[in-house]
């Protein structure tokens, strides 16, 4: 199990920018017997949680939902143990609150595919 806590949520203006940390407290990403996949996911207000973004540990391989392609984009930070997702033009469909998942094995774009989540950060866009 891995411990992630999300921060950088708030309120922007569409068109504008804002960039999410989802860090790990109880074990890092890259360990020496398993490699995790860090995702985003979003949920809206009567919307079902939708894959966001994704990013695997030893290869870095990256895998976006097409509502954000070419907006979003997915790192890593190996002395930070952290995750990040930089946001740009952002869009008023893009208000959700924002969670950080974590899982050993392929990378994937199913909720029930990963058994740890954060609280969730809570991201909104105004026009």
Do not use: H
Not at 49 to 58: L, P, S, T
Not at 67 to 94: H, P, W
Not at 109 to 115: L, P, Q
């Amino acid at each position: 199990q891995v411990q992630l806590v999300e921060s950088g949520g708030g309120s922007v203006q569409a068109g504008g920018s804002l960039r999410l940390s989802c860090a790990a407290s109880g074990r890092t990403f890259i360990n020496y017997d398993i490699v995790y996949v860090i995702a985003w996911f979003r949920q809206a207000p009567g919307r079902e949680r939708e894959f966001v973004a994704a990013i695997k540990y030893g290869d870095g391989r990256v895998a976006y939902g097409d509502s954000v392609k070419g907006r979003f984009t997915i790192s890593r930070d190996n002395a930070k143990n952290t995750v990040y997702l930089q946001m740009n033009s952002l869009k008023v469909e893009d208000t959700a609150v924002y969670y950080c998942a974590a899982r050993s094995g392929p990378i994937a774009t199913m909720t029930s595919d990963f058994r740890s989540w954060g609280q969730g950060t809570q991201v909104t866009i105004s026009s």
